[in-house]
């Protein structure tokens, strides 16, 4: 097995910083009405935590369970629902929380899966964006960071369920003699 690096992309007091911006952004943008924010497991609960945490209003939170990826870094282009909603958001203004979008595959299937059960309002707050990436289009209201094409782990962002829980966002290399963490 190959010894993997972390090299730090984006610094923990980065994230926290932009995840206020957002926070603020999001508090001018829906004045009133049913917010749910809806969290994408389980990539994104870090995240969730957080810009829940940055938004003054008051929110309904709620997880949809998503699987798209196997235990590879590459997409396999099927998805599936692994937990949906416990809320029911007819009427409701819902904000899908997700923590990068990478080929659009699941976004772009959830959207259209959400829009049937007649809901306000659909958007989308992404921590990452790649942008090269995308297969499916996908619209993002609320971006934290566009990152270049490079495979990412930590603030909850995982390979093959490990890393998790770094409080920065690192890029994993691969390479001979550099250093395991
Ligand atoms: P998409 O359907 O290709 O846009 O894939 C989105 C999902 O793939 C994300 O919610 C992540 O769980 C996962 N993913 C995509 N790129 C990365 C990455 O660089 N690191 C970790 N997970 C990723
Ligand atoms: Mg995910």
Do not use: C, W
């Given at each position: 097995m190959g010894e993997?690096?972390?090299?730090?992309?984006?610094?923990?007091?980065?994230?926290?910083?932009r995840?206020?911006?957002?926070?603020?952004?999001?508090d001018k943008d829906y004045p009133d009405g049913d917010l749910h924010l809806v969290g994408i497991l389980k990539g994104a609960y870090m995240f969730l935590a957080d810009l829940a945490r940055a938004i003054r209003r008051d929110v309904r939170i709620?997880?949809?369970?998503?699987?798209?990826y196997g235990k590879n870094k590459t997409s396999?282009?099927?998805?599936?629902?692994t937990?949906?909603?416990?809320?029911?958001v007819e009427g409701a203004?819902?904000?899908i929380v997700e923590d990068i979008v990478d080929s659009g595959v699941t976004l772009n299937y959830l959207i259209h899966l959400l829009?049937?059960?007649?809901?306000?309002?659909?958007?989308?707050?992404?921590?990452?964006?790649?942008?090269?990436?995308?297969?499916?289009?996908?619209?993002v209201?609320?971006?934290?960071?566009?990152?270049?094409?490079?495979?990412?782990?930590?603030?909850?962002?995982?390979?093959?369920?490990?890393?998790?829980?770094?409080?920065?966002i690192c890029v994993l290399e691969d390479g001979p003699g550099a250093a395991s963490q």
């Open positions: 993997s690096h972390l090299r730090v992309l984006l610094h923990e007091e980065q994230i926290q910083k995840i206020r911006e957002l926070g603020e952004q999001i709620d997880f949809m369970g998503i699987s798209s396999s282009g099927e998805v599936r629902v937990k949906d909603l416990d809320i029911t203004d819902l904000l829009e049937q059960r007649r809901p306000r309002s659909i958007r989308i707050a992404a921590l990452l964006d790649k942008p090269e990436r995308r297969k499916r289009p996908v619209q209201s609320y971006v934290g960071f566009r990152v270049p094409d490079e495979f990412v782990v930590g603030y909850g962002l995982d390979f093959a369920e490990r890393y998790r829980n770094l409080r920065h």
